[in-house]
C-alpha cells in the first residue's frame, strides 16, 4: 500500500487534459485576439485561471501541503507568492517609495502558508486585489513600449514577465496537485 495517491483526471475526451473542452473556462474556440495587449492579456489570464483551477476542491490543508523537503512550496504558498509578485512589480514602475511587502521578509510567502481556512481566503482576496492593481496600474500605459518607473521597464517587458512567472508557477501547481490528490492535466 503506497501513500501516493493515484493518478486520475476528470476530463473524459482527452486523458491528458484537466477538463473537458466544454467544460473547460480557458477554452476560446475561435479566432484569438486582435493585437499583441490583447493577446498578452489573454494568455495572462488563461494562466492565472489555470493557476486557480489547480487550486480548485482543495481543503486549507491541501492547500498548505508542501512538496518535498527542504522545499517550503505549496499551492497556497504560491497564491501568496504571487500576490507578493504581483506588488513587486507594481513597485516597479512606480516613481514613488515602495509598497511594503505583504508577507514580510523574503520566504515569508511560503513559510507564512498554514493550513488556515481564514489564511486560504486571505489569500485569494490579496491575490485578486494585487492583480486588480497591477492590471489598473498598466491600463494607463496602453502603449507596449512605454518605459516606467526608475528603470525604464517597458510595459511590454512587464506583461511578458509576468505571462512567464505564472506559467511557470502553474508548473510547480501541476507537480504539487497531483501529490496532494492525483488529479493530473495540463
Given at each position: ?26 477554452n476560446s474556440?475561435?479566432?484569438g ?8 492579456k ?5 494562466y ?11 481543503d ?12 517550503t ?33 523574503a520566504?515569508?510567502?511560503?513559510h ?16 485578486a ?6 492590471d ?5 500605459h ?9 528603470d ?10 509576468r ?12 507537480l ?11
Amino acid at each position: 500500500m503506497s501513500d501516493r495517491p493515484a493518478r486520475w483526471t476528470q476530463a473524459n475526451i482527452y486523458p491528458d487534459m484537466w477538463a473537458d473542452p466544454d467544460d473547460d473556462p480557458r477554452n476560446s474556440e475561435g479566432v484569438g485576439p486582435d493585437g499583441e495587449l490583447a493577446t498578452l492579456k489573454e494568455f495572462l489570464t488563461d494562466y492565472r485561471m489555470t493557476l486557480r483551477m489547480k487550486c480548485e476542491g482543495l481543503d486549507a490543508e491541501q492547500l498548505a501541503r508542501r512538496s518535498v523537503p527542504p522545499s517550503t512550496m505549496s499551492l497556497l504558498g504560491l497564491l501568496r507568492h504571487l500576490a507578493e509578485v504581483e506588488r513587486d512589480w507594481r513597485n516597479w514602475i512606480t516613481d514613488g517609495d515602495p509598497l511594503p511587502k505583504i508577507y514580510g521578509d523574503a520566504g515569508g510567502d511560503f513559510h507564512g502558508a498554514v493550513a488556515e481556512e481564514a489564511d486560504v481566503e486571505a489569500a485569494y482576496s490579496v491575490l485578486a486585489e494585487e492583480q486588480a492593481a497591477t492590471d489598473a496600474k498598466l491600463a494607463e500605459h496602453p502603449d507596449l513600449g512605454t518605459r516606467l518607473g526608475k528603470d525604464g521597464i517597458a510595459v511590454r517587458e512587464l506583461m511578458v514577465h509576468r505571462i512567464d512567472e505564472y506559467a511557470r508557477h502553474c508548473g510547480h501547481a501541476d507537480l504539487l496537485r497531483e501529490c496532494v490528490d492525483g488529479r493530473v492535466g495540463q
